[in-house]
């Protein structure tokens, strides 16, 4: 099922404070293609309402072809700080950017047409909770598009992740052992689509259509750049 090594949000926040500043030159290369082909699969169109959940220093944000309608959240304000100064270079003024939690989120139900999560299922304590939280502020028949390493079902492969697990989970980086499959089952989500991307096709690129009922009040985007 899923890993049995539990993050802790308290290091998490303090592992990505401290790779804020090398974010970018670590992982910007090695994720590129992924977040390519994630842009591609989530559609954004013009006026649609996308969320980012868990942006970090925001290296998705040039792969959009439009930004009016934005949000980026995240847990840690150094993160966002690094988003922020790309929305400036950008010149991407609708772009906002919030400090929240994923697995509790402020947002209105229904809030957003679409919504990305890349490399961060794996990096939060309770991924279930972050990926109901998606389907609720997310619009039925919205696009949800997950990118992300998942635990591989090659045995050796497979074995080798459970063994990084407990070094890897307790640095707050990520957990390297979570599995996809019963993932999606505990969230109540069905990919209509899967692809493996970059190196090795080490990592999968998931989009499932949010399939719920529609709920009467459809929220506001809630504006703004919060405790940055
Ligand atoms: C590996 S980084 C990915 C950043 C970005 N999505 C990307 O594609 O480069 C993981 C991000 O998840 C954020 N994060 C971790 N736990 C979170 C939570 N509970 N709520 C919101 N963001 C969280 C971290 O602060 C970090 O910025």
Known sequence: MRSSWHLSQ???SQAYALVSPVYDLVFNRIFYPGRVEAIK??????EDRILEVGIGTG???PLYPHYH???GMDLSGKMLRKAQARIYELNAPHVSLTVMDA???GFADNTFDHVLATYVISVVPDP??????IKRVCRPKGHIVILNHFKSEHPVMGRLEGLMAPILTRTGLF??????TPLLEQAGL???QIQRVNLFSGWRLIRCINTKEMSPEVGPIEGGTDGL
């Open 10 to 12: 308290k290091t998490v």
């Open 41 to 46: 699969v989530l559609e954004p169109g013009p």
């Open 59 to 61: 290296l998705n944000l």
């Open 69 to 71: 309608r934005l949000v």
């Open 103 to 105: 697995m509790r989120m």
């Open 128 to 133: 279930t909770q972050v990926l109901q939280e």
């Open 175 to 180: 957990k390297p052992d979570l599995q996809l």
């Open 190 to 192: 069905i990919p209509d």
